[in-house]
């Protein structure tokens, strides 16, 4: 059983998805939990809420992530609350758009860079002084980056830049005790998954996994929750799949 009992945690994205899912998770194991969303305010105070009522600890915070001073702002918020010390960073936010090389508009690709790429990494910087010896970063890469899923290539970009920032930052970080993964979901049943949508999405979905069914925010969850956790204090500079056995 994970054990999070008196860790601070900022999940990015939490008003849904898996991020929402991500967020219970880490306060089921006792973490109090910074619910971050952008226009989700309600979904968020729901998700404190339900934290609440379970006899946790979670405030909601907001900030666009889009914007260029979204993750210094964000940062702002969470060190008010937390304080010096802050054990685990959960960077799930994120966009994705369906568009062929040709159809992806500059402002498309501008967008998914600032939400996927740009935001993940000044929040990192913004909170470094206060993630200290054992603290956990979890970015979200994804299936996408490793393989060619859909046609995604500028959000596929994105995760593949994922995966090289959690190199350089474990590398970076690893000094200070700072341990920096990723997991790499395949197809989940989210707002964002245009493939979980249709019934072709979802027979080709389950055709190119090893497991047969669609993947819910909490089959992806409990990883996150054991990567934020001292179990998993010997990994880092990792990129985790939680696919059901995609594209194998
Ligand atoms: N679903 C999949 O199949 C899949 C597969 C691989 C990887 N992933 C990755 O997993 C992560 C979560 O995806 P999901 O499927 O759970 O997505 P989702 O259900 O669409 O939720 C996206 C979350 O990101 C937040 N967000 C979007 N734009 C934002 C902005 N400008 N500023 C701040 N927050 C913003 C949303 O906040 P508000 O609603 O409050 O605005 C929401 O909480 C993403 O990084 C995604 O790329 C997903």
């Known amino acids: 059983m994970t054990n999070l ?29 910074l619910v971050h969303y952008s226009r989700g305010a309600s979904e968020a105070e729901a998700v404190v809420a339900e934290i609440r009522k379970a006899g946790g600890r979670a405030d909601a915070v907001g900030a666009d992530l889009a914007a260029p001073d979204g993750a210094h702002k964000l940062a ?13 960073l959960v ?24 939400v ?7 929040l990192v910087q913004q909170l470094l002084p206060i993630l200290g010896k054992g603290s956990s970063i979890v970015l979200l890469s994804s299936l996408g980056a490793h393989a060619s899923v859909g046609t995604l290539p500028a959000y596929a970009a994105t995760k593949g830049a994922i995966d090289t920032l959690v190199k350089h930052f474990a590398s970076a970080l690893g000094e200070r005790g700072v341990r920096v993964n990723a997991v ?3 197809v989940v049943e989210t707002d964002m998954s245009s493939f979980a949508k249709t019934d072709s999405g979802r027979n080709s979905t389950v055709a190119m996994q090893a497991l047969k069914r669609i993947a ?26 939680v696919d059901g056995g995609s594209k194998l």
């Not at 996927?116 to 000044?122: C, E, L, S």
């Not at 409990?222 to 998993?232: E, W």
Request: aromatic fraction near 6%.
């Open 5 to 33: 009992s008196g860790k601070t945690a900022l999940v990015t994205g939490a008003s849904r998805g898996i991020g929402r899912a991500s967020a219970l998770a880490l306060a089921t194991a006792g973490a109090q939990v």
């Open 76 to 88: 702002k918020q969470v060190r008010k609350i937390v304080g010096d010390r802050l054990d685990i």
């Open 91 to 114: 960077a799930n936010a994120g966009v994705s758009k369906a568009a062929t090389i040709e159809d992806t508009s500059v402002e498309d690709f501008d967008h998914l860079f600032a």
């Open 116 to 122: 996927n790429v740009r935001a993940p990494f000044f």
């Open 184 to 186: 790499a979901p395949g």
């Open 216 to 241: 819910q925010p909490e089959d992806i969850a409990p990883v996150v929750a054991f990567l934020a956790s001292d179990q998993a204090r010997w990994i880092t500079g990792d990129t985790v799949r």
